[in-house]
């Protein structure tokens, strides 16, 4: 807002006097803003990728700086002969990487264990939701409708006490665990099967890690700060990627500033990320360093790391500051899909949009910058993109705190909460309903109707049990996403919303009649394979996701193979689609070919996965023109020929040359019985390969045939083997070569 000079008033409209003085003050009001918020700062029009010296900060399947250490005398302690139920305690103050040691722990003894799961605590717990969580990491088939805490208890240890009756051990993390009786109640579901399962407890109070650890002390493993070597090789990657890469006049400067991070890896990390997001200018690192000098003593501590977040958090532009309050949400320890945040922004108004760019791609940009920042931590990377991400529990607290200071988001999570706030004023008011006693499982249609501005309504979650939607929601002009599950019908009027983006239903809805006049639709989300609405799949030319599902067995084979035709017809004429995912519960044996003879996937698609849908050969579009595909999932019928899978991935019969699907980086590949183990991998194909999922089945003899030419594949760092028989020493001798044994994972089945 520029300066005012001229304020007019027409005084035979009888404005009162204080009316007056009413606006001068929030006109006052409104130019303080302006300056404290730096709204003048320029939005650069240029979009960001995500660097990816930050996602090899988090890597899932490499060496972390400094870890080995810590890493080899966990697992000693993990792995010694005891055959007891241990538990070990991981104690330490936040930022100190005790997730990451957790993490790298349970990546690298994993394995070894029948049944295992890592989950979250948090302090304020949902012991339902927390329950059934480690239920279904385990493969336990609970109940769909929700239980009492104690009956999922009971159920988990009953499952691990059956387990251990066939000598199979457990491996558990407990991560970020705050409170005693928390742990008492999440304890009394390990059995003591004296087989020799284990434990794992991270926590940043004492007394939780020695009740866990019944007082062995010595199965506490006490944190300790990075020692300068191991500082210096973080600091320095993340800025330059490579620590001999630092310019001579950045030592002095950089050493000061490490001083001040005192070994804790987040300071660390901050710090040099906010660096990296600057120009390379020693002003700038000496501006920097004024800055950690005047709030930061020298020794490392949590204020300490908060006042470092704080600093990160200030030398933010305005729409970033604005993007990163709003996670303030989600709850602690909490996955945030990337496309559910970025949504959310648009929906907001907080995304700018200049010369004419996607909202989407601008808001993924926003994303990225908070991650290149290392404000937000990748959960989930694929194809170069992160996909989820989390709020590290210190930023959290200073994201909540800024959020009341500003009155700029309010959360309620507790009847309490609420009956605190009714009367106050609130810009946002955020619901975390995940107690039974806050919510009642029902949504009102009238509350619904009676939000004409709303952008955005996801409504998903273990108590909702009845949503009833309006009969009308054209009044809701402005709806750009609508997500939700445990809807039977839609309201037929939603073909008329202008905005209407993104669409996600259960399979099970209705969706009305007329869905294809959504021309602004990009997102649609579970319908059913073989409705009507197939047929006018055709109309939706903006779409960009599209995922079907399929889980009516009685309609296999005949009904489901004719309504195939008009599938691929409508699939044709998407030619902007990039992600396209048939979620099918029963295979579907295309015997004819139609759908590998009648389409091909768009040039532009990215991800395409069609698992269960059984080709009879090598679809003619793998000859590898799809040069943006980086995830594949394909299985092709089980009586497929050796010589099919050869040329699936020969260049001798396929001439893939070097550039045979170069963007590739995930493949999950099912052939049958057999044939997945006479694959060959030949020179110059996938060169970006990273992870590779291969099915093999029970009359597979491993000694005569193994994948061939996985050393052709130089970016591959994991292989995920799922057999019915046990052949796992010869492939893994025979790919030790080309892959560290670490990264190979077998999972049986019958």
């Known amino acids: 807002m520029n300066k005012i000079s001229n304020v007019r008033f027409d005084y035979k409209n009888d404005v009162h006097p204080g009316v007056i003085d009413e606006l001068k003050t929030r006109v006052l009001e409104a130019s303080k803003r302006r300056k404290r918020y730096n709204l003048d700062y320029r939005v650069s029009t240029s979009l960001v990728a995500v660097d990816p010296r930050v996602t090899l900060l988090y890597p899932k399947d490499a060496g972390l700086v400094g870890i080995d250490g810590p890493r080899k005398e966990l697992v000693n302690l993990l792995t010694d002969r005891q055959q007891k139920l241990k538990v070990v305690s991981i104690l330490g103050f936040g930022g100190l990487g005790k997730t990451t040691l957790a993490k790298e722990v349970y990546r690298n003894i994993g394995e070894q264990f029948i049944c295992k799961a890592f989950f979250s605590v948090s302090q304020r717990p949902d012991m339902t939701r927390l329950l059934s969580g480690i239920q279904s990491k385990l493969g336990i088939c609970g109940p769909s409708s929700v239980s009492e805490v104690e009956d999922i208890i009971d159920s988990i240890k009953e499952y691990l006490e059956h387990k251990s009756i066939m000598s199979n051990r457990y491996f558990i993390v407990v991560d970020d665990l705050w409170d005693v009786q928390i742990w ?27 009740w866990a650890c019944l007082h062995h002390h010595e199965c506490i493993y006490r944190m300790k700060p990075l020692d300068i070597q191991d500082s210096r090789t973080l600091f320095f990657n993340r800025i330059f990627g490579c620590e001999d890469s630092c310019p001579v006049q950045f030592e002095k400067v950089s050493a000061e500033m490490l001083k001040k991070c005192g070994g804790l890896p987040l300071a660390i990390i901050t710090i040099a990320s906010l660096l990296a997001s600057q120009p390379a200018t020693l002003k700038e690192w000496e501006n920097t360093l004024h800055s950690l000098t005047m709030h930061i003593g020298t020794h490392p501590t949590l204020e300490g790391m908060r006042k470092i977040l704080n600093l990160s958090y200030k030398n933010l532009p305005p729409h970033l500051r604005t993007c990163l309050l709003y996670l303030g949400i989600y709850p602690e320890d909490y996955e945030i899909k990337r496309d559910d945040l970025i949504r959310q922004w648009v929906a907001e108004g907080f995304v700018v949009n200049f010369h004419g760019q996607d909202l989407d791609d601008v808001a993924k940009s926003y994303f990225n910058e908070l991650i290149n920042r290392s404000l937000i931590q990748p959960e989930n990377t694929e194809c170069g993109e992160v996909l989820s991400c989390r709020v590290h529990d210190v930023m959290l607290d200073l994201i909540l705190h800024r959020c009341k200071e500003d009155n700029f988001i309010t959360v309620l999570c507790t009847s309490e909460d609420m009956a605190r706030h009714h009367e106050n004023k609130a810009r946002r008011l955020y619901l975390n309903c995940s107690n039974a006693d806050v919510v009642d499982g029902r949504i009102s249609r009238t509350i619904l109707t009676s939000m004409s501005q709303l952008r955005y309504l996801k409504i998903a979650g273990n108590y909702i049990v009845d949503v009833v939607l309006p009969t009308k929601m054209q009044g809701l002009m402005h709806l750009e996403t609508l997500d939700m599950y445990g809807v039977e019908t839609i309201p037929s009027d939603i073909i008329y919303l202008p905005r209407l983006s993104h669409l996600t239903v259960d399979a099970d809805t209705r969706l009305p009649d007329g869905i294809g006049r959504i021309k602004s639709l990009r997102t649609l989300g579970r319908i059913y394979l073989f409705s009507k609405t197939i047929s006018v799949l055709s109309e939706l030319t903006n779409l960009r996701e599209l995922t079907l599902c399929y889980t009516d067995y009685d309609d296999i084979p005949h009904p489901a193979i004719a309504k195939i035709k008009p599938l691929a017809s409508s699939l044709r004429k998407l030619s902007m689609l990039k992600s396209l995912f048939l979620d099918i519960k029963w295979e579907i044996c295309d015997d004819s070919d139609r759908m590998g003879s009648l389409w091909e996937p768009p040039l532009g698609i990215e991800r395409l996965h069609l698992s269960l849908w059984l080709f009879p050969r090598a679809p003619k579009w793998i000859g590898g023109h799809l040069s943006r595909l980086c995830s594949l999932t394909l299985y092709v019928k089980r009586e497929m020929s050796r010589d099919r899978v050869k040329i699936l991935f020969s260049t001798t019969i396929i001439d893939f040359g070097r550039t045979g699907f170069p963007s590739l980086e995930h493949l999950d590949f099912n052939c049958g019985k057999d044939s ?71 999972d049986s089945y019958s």
């Open 676 to 746: 997945a183990a006479y694959m060959r991998f030949h020179a110059g194909v996938m060169r970006r390969l990273q992870r590779l999922t291969l099915h093999f089945g029970n009359r597979l003899k491993w000694m005569d045939a193994t994948p061939a030419g996985m050393g052709h594949l130089p970016s591959l760092r994991s292989v995920h083997a799922l057999a019915r028989t046990c052949g796992e020493p010869h492939l893994r001798s025979y790919t030790m070569a080309s892959l560290d044994s670490e990264h190979i994972w077998m």
């Open 184 to 210: 008492n109640a999440i304890r009394s579901a390990f059995p003591e099967n004296g087989n020799g399962s284990r434990v794992i407890v991270t926590t940043r109070v004492e007394a939780v890690a020695s």
